[in-house]
Structure formats: structure tokens, C-alpha cells
């Protein structure tokens, strides 16, 4: 296991954790200046409904950091959603072609700059790696993308319908 800053664990998310993974993406969100405020509700509502589906379908797992002394207290996270892709090239030979995006890498405010999303993507990088999935992608905002880059996340070609043809 990765090693943790001190006093800091890391844990799978459960059902239980709904709406803190909420909270986390209503965060990430706002810090983005990405969503009004009058929007936060609904958001919060529909990010909590697709986390419940998600997590008990194994679609969605997260990793939430917390301090030792108080467990409930979940200071960040990170999710992967996990998802059967076509076969590629480099990808045959009976193993099971499957993608993971990583979304939803959050600290609270009072406890970042302090390793804890880098802790976190190391324990959701180890499950990627233990379980085979192919490719793992991610979209970085300008804050998060020196992080992802220590990690060892590069640029690619992706490109994105910015309209849908009308």
C-alpha cells in the first residue's frame, strides 16, 4: 500500500458514502466555478441518486481519505468508473478489455496541499493495475493536472463533440 501522510487512511467507498462522494463532485464543480449556485441542490440530488446505482452495480468505485482519529470525517476522494470497451490491439489473448476514467478527485479546501489526492490516486492507480484494466483516463483541470503528471498521466488525441450536429 501506498504510504500516507500522517495520520491519513484511505478507504473504498461503500453505499454508506453516498453523499459524501456527492458533496465531493458538487465541490469540484464549484471550485471549477462549473455550476451556479442555484444549481448546487439538483446537482447534489442527481450526483447522490447515480452513486447509489453506480456503487452497488460495481460501475463506480471511489477511494476516500480520512484522518485516524475520526473515520467519519472524509477529507477527500477520488472515483473510477469502470467500463467494458472493443478490443484493441495489445489487448487480446482472453483478457477482459475494460477502460477506467478517473473523475471525481476532490480534497476539501482546509486539507489540501498536504499529499492526500496523491495518496488517493496511488491506492485507485494499484486497484487499475491488480485488476488489469487497459487503459485509465482522466480529464485534469489546470490545478490538478501537476498531480496527474507525477503520476504518470500524459496528454493524448482525444477530442470531444463540442455541439451535437443539429
Do not use: C, K
Amino acid at each position: 500500500m501506498p504510504s500516507s501522510p500522517p495520520d491519513i487512511q484511505v478507504r473504498r467507498a461503500t453505499l454508506a458514502d453516498v453523499m459524501a462522494l456527492a458533496r465531493h463532485r458538487v465541490g469540484m464543480y464549484r471550485d471549477m466555478g462549473d455550476i451556479p449556485e442555484s444549481e448546487e441542490a439538483q446537482f447534489l440530488e442527481a450526483s447522490a441518486a447515480y452513486f447509489r446505482i453506480a456503487l452497488a452495480s460495481g460501475e463506480y468505485l471511489a477511494w476516500l481519505a480520512f484522518p485516524s482519529t475520526s473515520p467519519g470525517e472524509i477529507v477527500a476522494g477520488a472515483g473510477l468508473i469502470v467500463r467494458p470497451m472493443i478490443p484493441r490491439p495489445g489487448t487480446t489473448g482472453g483478457i477482459e478489455v475494460r477502460d477506467a476514467q478517473v473523475v471525481n478527485v476532490y480534497t476539501e479546501v482546509a486539507w489540501r496541499r498536504r499529499g492526500i489526492a496523491a495518496l488517493v490516486m496511488r491506492h485507485l492507480l494499484e486497484y487499475t493495475t491488480a485488476n488489469h484494466l487497459n487503459r485509465v483516463s482522466l480529464h485534469a483541470s489546470d490545478e490538478g493536472r501537476p498531480l496527474y503528471e507525477s503520476l504518470g498521466f500524459a496528454p493524448t488525441n482525444e477530442m470531444r463533440l463540442a455541439q451535437p450536429p443539429g
